[in-house]
């Protein structure tokens, strides 16, 4: 179990640290767009789909290596009141009984979506828009896939600590 843990973590941080270079290349493209805009008076649609489009990658694809890391939004004003054991099982059942079928649902929800992007070959309904929005959609079961799997090794991990016999149940 702690092996296929391992591996989740160490799958999910190189996809976090890698997808954080988006920031980088959205850093750019704002300034790009800015200094035609602002500078040079032109602006293309073009630019400023990709900029969502980077923002919207960035965003989703993050999403798991930001709930392995615990920095996902979570009411804290009560959480932080309990006692540790009461913490690990709210982490668990949240996980087991939100997390885990919520991602599955986005998934499955998602798969028509984006399928039928793809068979339509979907570009931008805007003139000088991005090509290839389908590629975009892709990335929300793509997204859920990569949280699922982290929720996966959350349960495995809080499960252990719960429910195991050893000293790290303590």
């Known amino acids: ?7 989740i973590d160490t799958f999910t941080e190189k996809i976090g640290k890698g997808v954080s270079w988006l920031s980088a290349v959205l850093v750019l493209v704002v300034c790009y767009d800015v200094f035609t805009r602002y500078l040079l008076n032109k602006s293309t649609v073009a630019v400023q789909e990709l900029e969502w489009h980077i923002f919207a990658a ?3 694809l993050s999403m798991a290596y930001g709930f392995k890391h615990n920095r996902h939004v979570r009411v ?3 959480y ?4 540790p054991r009461t913490q690990l099982h709210i982490n668990f059942w949240g996980t087991v009984l939100f997390l885990i079928p919520f991602s599955l649902l986005i998934i499955w929800a998602s798969l028509d979506f984006v399928s039928a992007s793809f068979a339509i070959r979907e570009t931008s309904p805007d003139p000088g828009g991005l090509p290839a929005r ?3 959609k892709a990335v929300i079961p793509l997204s859920f896939l990569l949280l699922l799997l982290q929720g996966f090794a959350e349960a495995l991990r809080t499960g252990i600590r719960l429910f195991g016999k050893s000293e790290e149940a303590e």
Request: hydrophobic content about 55%.
């Open 76 to 78: 804290d004003v009560l």
């Open 80 to 83: 932080n009141k309990f006692s």
């Open 134 to 136: 389908y590629l975009l």
């Open 1 to 7: 179990m702690n092996t296929l843990i391992q591996q």
């Open 58 to 60: 960035l965003f989703l």
